[in-house]
């Protein structure tokens, strides 16, 4: 595993097999948090049930776990079909957080860890030929790759049956901004709005099911 380390203190990793880096070169944390958590809404919400699409390195997971008060419930469903070894967890995580390290001991995907209130459960399964959950998700944290790298992730028909997952009210964010996408999300039934992005990403997308 070849490791970067980013401008925010943050260190990601480049995938042989996607050819990329799983989070942004210009700060993994901060895209965790301000893309996803913030955007989403995540860290303020009183009951949040998250699904993401690509566990990876477990970025959003650990910046999510970071924003919310302590004891505060959380549940997070992850889909990921080539978990990385715990190595790479402990490598590229340096959070004492008591859940994370429940978590980092468990490693072994799939996996279900619960604890005060919190869980995380990791399908090892490919995402776009798995059962969803109905109207659950009060988030999505779309993070599978570019389109162009992954286009599976991004297939209006798999576009659909994410809103599918959420329940009303629930944020989709994602760091792409691309046309496709952006009328993907829309004709999923959702509202689509561009945010502005941090380094080396002028915007990404939230998008909000009615
Ligand atoms: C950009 S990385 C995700 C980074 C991660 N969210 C984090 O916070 O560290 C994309 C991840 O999605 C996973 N992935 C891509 N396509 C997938 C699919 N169809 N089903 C399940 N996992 C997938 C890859 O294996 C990779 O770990």
Same mark, same amino acid.
């Given at each position: 595993m070849k490791y970067i380390?980013?401008?925010d203190g943050s260190l990601t990793a480049f995938s042989e097999r996607f050819g990329q880096a799983y989070s942004s070169v210009h700060g993994a944390r901060s895209q965790a948090t301000t893309v996803f958590v913030e955007g989403t809404g995540t860290r303020l919400h009183p009951d949040p049930r998250v699904l993401e699409v690509?566990?990876? %390195?477990?970025?959003n997971f650990r910046a999510t776990l970071a924003s919310r008060a302590a004891h505060a419930p959380l549940s997070y469903l992850a889909f990921e079909f080539d978990p990385v070894a715990r190595s790479v967890l402990e490598r590229v995580s340096n959070e004492q957080d008591a859940f994370w390290q429940i978590v980092v001991r468990a490693w072994q995907p799939p996996l279900r860890v619960e604890d005060d209130g919190k869980s995380l459960e990791v399908r090892l399964e490919d995402v776009t030929n798995a059962t969803l959950p109905e109207a659950w998700a009060t988030a999505v944290y779309l993070d599978g790759f570019s389109p162009t790298a992954n286009p599976d992730v991004w297939a209006s028909p798999? %576009?659909?049956?994410?809103?599918?997952?959420?329940a009303s009210g629930g944020v989709l964010a994602t760091y792409s901004s691309a046309g496709a996408v952006r009328r993907g999300l829309q004709g999923a039934g959702l509202i689509v709005e561009k945010r502005r992005g941090l380094r080396g990403k002028r915007e990404f997308l939230v998008a909000v099911k009615p």
């Open positions: 380390e980013t401008p690509g566990f990876g %390195l477990g970025h798999f %576009l659909a049956r994410l809103a599918s997952s959420m």
